[in-house]
């Protein structure tokens, strides 16, 4: 199992940015590609952004040009910057490694997005 600890969410204006951190324990890190998810109020958690272990982007429609994934793999990290934020944004937003093993879902963190 990988441990994954998301931070960095908060209250933001539409229009506005934020860049959220993902932490990994272990040393495996680097061989998993990573996805990025989140789950508004009253709906199933979505997947939205993917990197690969050689750090291939993927998005979805919802967010691509405006969200940017990013990883360290020396910090065991994955970034997501998000710009140009939407009220449609607000969610709880998780990561997790995409592997034939389901892996644990860490806390997530809130990113509300004002009108």
């Known amino acids: 199992q990988v441990q994954l600890v998301e931070s960095g969410g908060g209250l933001v204006q539409a229009g506005g940015s934020l860049r959220l951190s993902c932490v990994a324990s272990?040393?495996?890190?680097?061989?998993?590609?990573v996805g990025w998810y989140r789950q508004a109020p009253g709906k199933q958690r979505e997947f939205f952004a993917r990197?690969?272990?050689?750090?291939?982007?993927l998005y979805d429609r919802s967010v691509k040009g405006r969200f940017t994934i990013s990883r360290d793999n020396a910090k065991n990290t994955v970034y997501l910057q998000m710009n140009s934020l939407k009220p449609e944004d607000t969610a709880v937003y998780y990561c997790?490694?995409?592997?034939?093993?389901?892996?644990?879902w860490g806390q997530g963190t809130q990113v509300t997005v004002s009108s």
């Open positions: 997790n490694i995409i592997a034939a093993t389901p892996n644990a």
């Open positions: 990197i690969t272990t050689s750090g291939t982007t």
């Open positions: 272990g040393s495996a890190f680097s061989s998993y590609d």
